[in-house]
């Protein structure tokens, strides 16, 4: 469980950040509304689902493994590894939270957007348009970034 | 601390994590909501990431694999190799794993195959497709999809059976 739900969690944070929403951004504005309003509740759903199981199953993982427990974080080297990797993982999860609300603050101004086809956009509008884009893309590679630490820093763990 | 052990281990997780969150991504939650979106803008979507999915998803199999075998021979305890691939339980689950990744990304690249076959056919049209266009569009698509769920199970597979490989 632990294994699976983290390298969905890992594959979906790199193929999002680095692939995904940069592509999906540099094409037409049209084109980022349909995808956040196909993908983005599917995304928030899937990727938050996978991190929650992640950790606990994480700790569980830790409880039950013969000769660790919890109190060896930061203890030795495998635990200031592992102790490295939920950090890291902790703070992925809520980065990702905080990505999570900016898409769907951004999906919510498409949509006001769509259902006022007459209204003009403003400066205003398209400078705080700009600003979420921004926002998402900085939390997004953040993201990507954490989760390889904690992947990588509890795959050495053992050996360390 | 064993130094090789690390760097083979960083090389062979990190990427294996990419390449099957990717996959399962891909086949589970993007194409499915791309395909509901429908034209124009899957097309769109599509032309515009397949190559990078392609690039991404051939990069980081073929980095997992390769420093996997490498890692096989290198693992403390477990050697000679063959000896001990099909003599032991965790060999066998090795094995295992390595044949269902390897299947997993042969059925990914027929899969992107597919999704090419159908691109290539947008890409011709002028207009609307005519309805055996739009036919074999559609076969493409869907025999895409089933590919990519497929190897996104054996890739998921794969990193279940070395995962246990050293408890059984």
């Given at each position: 469980?632990?294994?699976?739900?983290g390298?969905?969690?890992?594959?979906?944070a790199?193929?999002?950040a680095?692939?995904l929403?940069?592509?999906?951004?540099?094409?037409s504005?049209?084109?980022?509304?349909?995808i956040?309003?196909?993908?983005?509740?599917?995304?928030?759903?899937?990727?938050?689902?996978?991190a929650v199981?992640?950790?606990?199953?994480?700790?569980?993982?830790?409880?039950?493994?013969?000769g660790?427990?919890?109190?060896?974080?930061?203890?030795?080297?495998w635990?200031?590894m592992?102790?490295i990797?939920l950090?890291?993982?902790?703070?992925?999860?809520f980065i990702s939270?905080f990505a999570?609300m900016a898409?769907?603050?951004?999906?919510?101004?498409?949509?006001s957007?769509?259902?006022?086809p007459?209204a003009?956009?403003t400066?205003?509008s398209?400078?705080?348009?700009?600003l979420?884009?921004?926002r998402?893309?900085?939390?997004?590679y953040?993201?990507a970034?954490?989760?390889?630490i904690?992947v990588?820093?509890?795959?050495v763990?053992?050996?360390v | 601390?064993?130094a090789?052990i690390?760097?083979l281990?960083l090389l062979?997780?990190?990427?294996?994590?990419?390449?099957?969150?990717?996959a399962?991504?891909?086949?589970?939650?993007?194409?499915?909501?791309?395909?509901?979106?429908?034209p124009?803008?899957?097309?769109?979507?599509?032309a515009?990431?397949?190559k990078?999915?392609v690039?991404l998803?051939h990069?980081?199999a073929w980095?997992?694999?390769?420093f996997?075998?490498?890692?096989?021979?290198?693992v403390?305890?477990?050697q000679p190799?063959?000896?001990n691939?099909w003599?032991?339980?965790?060999?066998t689950m090795?094995?295992l794993?390595f044949?269902?990744a390897?299947?997993?990304y042969?059925?990914?690249?027929a899969?992107?195959?597919?999704s090419?076959?159908?691109?290539?056919i947008g890409?011709?049209?002028?207009?609307p497709?005519?309805?055996?266009?739009a036919?074999q569009?559609?076969?493409?698509?869907?025999?895409a999809?089933?590919?990519?769920k497929?190897?996104?199970?054996?890739?998921v597979a794969a990193v279940?059976?070395?995962a246990?490989?050293?408890?059984?």
């Amino acid at each position: 469980m632990h294994i699976v739900s983290g390298s969905f969690w890992v594959g979906a944070a790199i193929y999002l950040a680095v692939l995904l929403e940069p592509k999906i951004r540099s094409g037409s504005i049209d084109l980022e509304r349909q995808i956040l309003r196909r993908t983005s509740r599917l995304n928030s759903l899937w990727i938050t689902s996978a991190a929650v199981l992640t950790i606990v199953s994480g700790f569980a993982l830790i409880s039950l493994a013969p000769g660790r427990s919890i109190s060896d974080l930061g203890e030795s080297g495998w635990g200031t590894m592992i102790l490295i990797g939920l950090l890291a993982a902790l703070a992925a999860f809520f980065i990702s939270g905080f990505a999570g609300m900016a898409t769907a603050k951004l999906r919510r101004a498409f949509e006001s957007a769509g259902d006022n086809p007459d209204a003009t956009t403003t400066p205003e509008s398209e400078q705080q348009l700009a600003l979420f884009r921004r926002r998402l893309s900085s939390l997004g590679y953040l993201n990507a970034v954490l989760v390889i630490i904690a992947v990588g820093t509890m795959a050495v763990a053992r050996f360390v | 601390m064993d130094a090789e052990i690390i760097i083979l281990r960083l090389l062979h997780i990190v990427p294996g994590s990419v390449w099957v969150g990717s996959a399962i991504f891909l086949a589970w939650v993007l194409q499915p909501a791309i395909a509901k979106t429908g034209p124009p803008h899957s097309g769109a979507v599509m032309a515009n990431m397949v190559k990078p999915i392609v690039i991404l998803l051939h990069s980081t199999a073929w980095i997992t694999m390769v420093f996997g075998v490498v890692m096989a021979f290198r693992v403390p305890g477990r050697q000679p190799l063959f000896d001990n691939l099909w003599s032991t339980d965790w060999g066998t689950m090795i094995w295992l794993g390595f044949l269902f990744a390897v299947v997993g990304y042969a059925l990914g690249f027929a899969g992107g195959i597919n999704s090419k076959k159908m691109m290539d056919i947008g890409k011709t049209l002028t207009g609307p497709p005519t309805p055996e266009q739009a036919g074999q569009m559609a076969g493409y698509q869907k025999r895409a999809m089933m590919l990519t769920k497929v190897a996104s199970l054996l890739v998921v597979a794969a990193v279940v059976v070395m995962a246990l490989a050293q408890h059984v």
